[in-house]
C-alpha cells in the first residue's frame, strides 16, 4: 500500500462540483488525476472551471503561471474504471445514493491495484457499508471534503469498522499533503458536521414551510445574527437540494428520530428538480 508521499496517482470519479474541486487540489499537489464520470459534458465543465479556478489562482500570485500550466497537464479525463487500473488511491464523488456508490465499489476493487487505497466523499453513507461491497474493506476510508473543495480548509476522515491505521495514517497525510485540516470522525450516519449542519438546514425549510419569515430574512437572520457567511437556504442551493435531501434521510434511517424527518418543502423542491444553484433554480432563481 502507497504511503502518502507515494502517492503519485489519483483516480476521481464524479466530475461534479466536488469531483472537479479534489481534481484541482490532487493535480496542484502534484499528482497524476485520472478524472471519470459517466456524463462526458460534466468532464468538459470539469476541466473548464478547474483550468479557469488555477488560473485565477494565477493571476492573484498564489501559484506560478507555469506550476497552474503543469497542474492543468496533470489531469487526464477518461471514459472507463478499467482506465483507474494504476492509481495508487480512487476519491468516488459520484451521487449520494448508497446501492450506486457500492455498485462502483464492486467494480473498483476489481479493477484497481492490490495496493489501492479506495475512498469516498460521501456526506452521510457508512463508510463500513461501503466496504462491505470490496474484499480490501481495511483499505476503504471516507474522505469527506467541503465545497468548495479549493477554498474549504477541512477533510474530514472516516474510519469504518476494518479500517487499518496504515491506510488511516496515509490518507491523513495526503489530506495534509493537499493543504487541509484533518478531523476524524467515527462512521455514524452524516458523521461530525452533518450530523449538525444538515438539521440546521432542514430546520429553516420547517421556518419556510410554516411561515414564519420569508427566505431573505431566514438567511439575513442566520447570516448576520451569527455570522454564518452563507444562511442555511443559500448554502442548501449551494450544496445541492437533492445532497441534502439524501443526506437527511441517512440520518433519519439511521438514527431513527423523527427530528431528522425531512421537511416536505425541501422533497417537494427535489421532486420538482429545483436542486439549487447547479440546475439554476432551487430556494432562489439563479440568472
Ligand atoms: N473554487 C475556487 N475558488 C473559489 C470558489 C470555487 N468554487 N468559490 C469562491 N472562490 C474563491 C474566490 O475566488 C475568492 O478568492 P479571493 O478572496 O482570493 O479573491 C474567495 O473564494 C471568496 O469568494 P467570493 O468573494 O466570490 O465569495 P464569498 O466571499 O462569498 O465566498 C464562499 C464564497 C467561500 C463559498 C463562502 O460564501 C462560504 O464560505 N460559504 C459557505 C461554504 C460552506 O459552508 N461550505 C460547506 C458546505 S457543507 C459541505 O460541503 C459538506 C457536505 O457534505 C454537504
Ligand atoms: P454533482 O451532482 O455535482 O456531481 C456528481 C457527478 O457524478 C455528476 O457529474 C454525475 O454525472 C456523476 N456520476 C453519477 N453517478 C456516476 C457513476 N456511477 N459513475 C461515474 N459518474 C457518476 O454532486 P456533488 O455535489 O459533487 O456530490 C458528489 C458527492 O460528494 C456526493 O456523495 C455528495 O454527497 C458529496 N459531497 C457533496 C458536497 C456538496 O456540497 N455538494 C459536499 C461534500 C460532499
Redesign the pocket.
Known amino acids: 500500500m502507497a504511503t502518502a508521499g507515494e502517492i503519485a496517482a489519483v483516480g476521481v470519479?464524479?466530475?461534479?462540483?466536488?469531483?472537479s474541486g479534489i481534481a484541482q487540489l490532487a493535480a496542484a499537489a502534484g499528482c497524476a488525476v485520472l478524472l471519470?464520470?459517466?456524463?462526458s459534458a460534466?468532464l468538459s465543465r470539469a476541466v473548464a472551471s478547474i483550468s479557469a479556478s488555477l488560473r485565477r489562482l494565477a493571476a492573484k500570485g498564489q501559484l506560478s503561471q507555469a506550476a497552474c500550466e503543469d497542474s492543468i497537464k496533470r489531469i487526464r479525463c477518461v471514459s472507463t474504471v478499467q482506465d483507474l487500473r494504476d492509481a495508487d488511491l480512487v476519491i468516488e464523488?459520484?451521487?449520494?445514493n448508497e446501492d450506486?456508490?457500492k455498485?462502483?465499489f464492486v467494480e473498483l476493487d476489481k479493477i484497481t491495484k492490490p495496493s489501492a487505497i479506495l475512498a469516498?466523499?460521501?456526506?452521510?453513507?457508512s463508510i463500513t457499508r461501503l466496504a462491505s461491497a470490496t474484499k480490501r474493506p481495511s483499505q476503504v476510508i471516507g474522505m469527506?471534503?467541503?465545497?468548495p473543495p479549493p477554498i474549504m480548509k477541512l477533510i474530514e476522515i472516516i474510519r469504518g469498522a476494518d479500517t487499518s491505521d496504515e491506510v488511516f495514517a496515509a490518507v491523513k497525510s495526503f489530506s495534509e499533503r493537499l493543504g487541509k485540516t484533518v478531523i476524524c470522525s467515527q462512521d455514524y450516519p452524516g458523521f461530525i458536521v452533518n450530523r449538525i449542519l444538515m438539521p440546521m438546514i432542514n430546520e429553516a425549510f420547517w421556518a419556510l414551510y410554516t411561515g414564519v419569515a420569508t427566505q431573505e430574512d431566514i438567511d439575513t437572520g442566520m447570516k448576520l445574527g451569527t455570522n454564518h457567511p452563507m444562511g442555511p437556504l443559500q448554502l442548501a442551493d449551494?450544496?445541492?437540494l437533492?445532497?441534502c435531501l439524501?443526506?437527511l434521510r441517512v440520518l433519519h434511517n439511521g438514527l431513527g428520530d423523527n427530528k431528522y424527518s425531512p421537511c416536505p418543502l425541501l422533497v417537494q423542491y427535489v421532486d420538482a428538480g429545483r436542486l439549487g444553484k447547479?440546475r439554476g433554480v432551487g430556494v432562489y432563481s439563479y440568472g
Open positions: 470519479i464524479g466530475a461534479g462540483q466536488m469531483g471519470l464520470d459517466a456524463d460534466a464523488a459520484i451521487v449520494e450506486v456508490k455498485k462502483l469516498s466523499n460521501t456526506s452521510s453513507i469527506h471534503f467541503f465545497n449551494f450544496i445541492g437533492d445532497v439524501s443526506v447547479k
